[in-house]
């Protein structure tokens, strides 16, 4: 699975919903009602699955799905194995 | 002083999730403890428990909105959101501002704690959840009934051991009586067995270590080993009297009469006179004496000191015709900081109907606990009903519910 629809996944999954009906391009705060705390959360599940670590200030960079994939990018270079975490 | 009658209930037990299946349950003596089902107990001394089967959570909640609570949460929204409709309650009734939640609990989120220090341990700090703390909190489940429905008034989570349900209840009345509030959402709710919590209440030695259900929790009886660890929530809709009537609401019973004490002298070890004291104040508040008590639900845990200090304390105050005495614990097993509500729900339920709830299982009368000791189901002619309960730190807590006709 590509990084987009494994964090598609995530968020269809906290919300309870089809991965269908997830856009990209949706803000996360504003159009699908996640508050701060969930969106981490969120992160962290993302973080555990594709084996990166984001920064503690990360997440206010963060608004819609496709800003999640590009962070993902841009910490590879950072990866970890979890068990190294 | 305003008047405080209970008008509505729910409830999330072993007995059922709803009112009239508990009722079923409860005065028919059809004891709800079985084998632990949810994990893994073979390290284990203990094998019993009385366990909640999941409501039907789909008639109130999204999926999406229970995700992030605790299991104690998840129970007293449920819980409370049924005692809602059960008080007929709507939009154009209240007056969201003058409208309360005390909902207690023992521990809180025990799984939350034991799970998130698991990951912490194997994983690291920055691998917990940032929905740890605001899941696991104990007023998290006042919180979140607020929200649910709409009430800014008082708020809070009292905590006192297994008495907190009790206090829960007894505080709401005070502030109805006292008219700071006209409604207060009132209760308890519990979700202990888990792995932490039987480890640690088994080394204290107070739980039930057979796999003899029909003699585990057997409060009062000489056979008697410890209690049985159980869970779930009871809330009550405790309304101003005039409020109630106004609106044309079913009361099911008054509360009359709130007592609480401090035993003052041992952390763990109950105390008679501290217990004395505070059925004594609960039934001074109710402007009643020990004659006109026609029924106790007792604390009754089934531990060889409790049940045994519980039982001198009544027979002291009540002389030698004390009133019948049953324990709900025999049937659901100690919900802990849930019990005080539940149990205030049988109370309520024992006026309402005028029936006795048995202590299911009951057979060996123990001469260390001289009281009259209802065995089956049976009519009474009830005016006023006590309800006890008490915690570990020696914190007692008694309530009298009045008939209301």
Redo the contacts between chains.
Sequence with gaps: MNTIKIITKAVAD???IDPIEVTAEADLREDLNIDS??L??LL?GVE?ELGV?FSKNDFKNVNTINDIAELVEKRKDQSLA?EE? | MFRAVITGMGVVTPAGNEIDTFYNNLFNGNCCISLIENLDTSDFSVKLAAQVKEPEYEQYFAKRELKHNARFVRFARFAAKEAWKDSGLNHDDFDGDLCGVLLASSIGGFEEIEKSYTRLTARGPSMVSPLFIPSMLINMASSNVAIDLGLRGSNGAPVAACASGAVAVGEAYLRIVNGIDEIIVAGGSEASITPLSLAGFSAMTVLYEGKDISRASIPFDSARKGFVMGEGSGVLIVEELGHALKRGARIYAEICGYGVSCDACSITAPDKEGIMLAMKRALTCAEIDSKSVDYINAHGTSTQVNDRVEAQAIAELFGNNSPPVSSTKSIIGHTLGAAGAIESVASVLALYKQKLLPNANYCMYDDNCPVNIVTEQRAGNLEYVLSNSFGFGGQNACLVFKRWT
Excluded: G
């Design positions: 906290e919300l309870d705390l969930v981490l959360e962290l555990d670590r979890p975490y």
